[in-house]
């Protein structure tokens, strides 16, 4: 069984996921302002998949017959970014979110939460997974430019691969 202690951490972390989905949806308008339609559509597939974090998380706690206590979500950083300064706000984000998953893991290991552990390995996959792909479109930027040509490219690639985050973020939710 679940204790208390862990309980909320993981309530705490449903929080951050929600707020990431904010965030996300902030930079998705903010790409839409600078009529950058795939940038947009990446980061607002970004969105969903940080909603569907949060409820992997309320799920588990739920099957463990613990309180999922929702707590307020503060509004994303306002201020005008290029799209090179969203990528590397992303990247601080995402790697923020690391931490807390990794100190999530140290606490059920702590706790010799085995369950909590092994539900929580997926969150350290995706984390590596999301931190690579946004220092290779950060990378990609930096080279390539975010003006002109070089930016109409990768915001063209960004389309593309919304178009796969949500073919998996529909996957995911319509499952079994």
Same mark, same amino acid.
């Given at each position: 069984?679940?204790?208390?202690?862990?309980?909320? #951490?993981?309530? @705490?972390? /449903? *929080?951050?996921?929600?707020?990431?989905?904010?965030?996300?949806?902030?930079?998705?308008?903010?790409?839409?302002?600078?009529?950058?339609?795939?940038?947009?559509?990446?980061? $607002?597939?970004?969105?969903?998949?940080?909603? &569907?974090?949060?409820?992997?998380?309320?799920?588990?706690?739920?099957? %463990?017959?613990?309180?999922?206590?929702?707590?307020?979500?503060?509004?994303?950083?306002?201020?005008?970014? *290029?799209?090179?300064?969203?990528?590397?706000?992303?990247?601080?984000?995402?790697?923020?979110?690391?931490? #807390? /998953? *990794?100190? +999530?893991?140290? %606490? @059920?290991?702590?706790?010799?939460?085995?369950?909590? *552990?092994?539900? $929580?390995?997926?969150?350290?996959?995706?984390?590596?997974?999301?931190? #690579?792909?946004?220092?290779?479109?950060?990378?990609? +930027?930096?080279?390539?430019?975010?003006? &002109?040509?070089?930016?109409?490219?990768?915001?063209?690639? $960004?389309?593309? $691969? @919304?178009?796969?985050?949500?073919?998996?973020?529909? @996957? #995911?939710?319509?499952?079994?």
């Amino acid at each position: 069984m679940i204790s208390k202690e862990m309980a909320a #951490a993981i309530n @705490a972390q /449903i *929080n951050r996921e929600f707020f990431s989905a904010y965030y996300y949806l902030g930079l998705s308008a903010k790409a839409e302002d600078a009529n950058l339609k795939g940038t947009a559509a990446w980061f $607002l597939a970004k969105h969903g998949e940080e909603m &569907g974090h949060a409820l992997k998380m309320y799920h588990y706690l739920i099957d %463990q017959e613990a309180p999922v206590e929702l707590s307020t979500v503060d509004a994303p950083p306002a201020g005008t970014q *290029n799209v090179v300064e969203m990528f590397e706000s992303t990247l601080h984000h995402e790697r923020g979110v690391t931490r #807390a /998953i *990794n100190d +999530l893991v140290d %606490q @059920a290991l702590s706790e010799k939460d085995h369950a909590t *552990n092994v539900f $929580l390995q997926w969150f350290i996959t995706e984390q590596i997974e999301e931190e #690579a792909t946004v220092s290779d479109i950060l990378g990609r +930027l930096k080279l390539f430019g975010d003006q &002109g040509q070089g930016l109409l490219l990768i915001d063209n690639e $960004l389309a593309q $691969l @919304a178009q796969g985050m949500n073919t998996t973020i529909d @996957a #995911a939710t319509t499952g079994p």
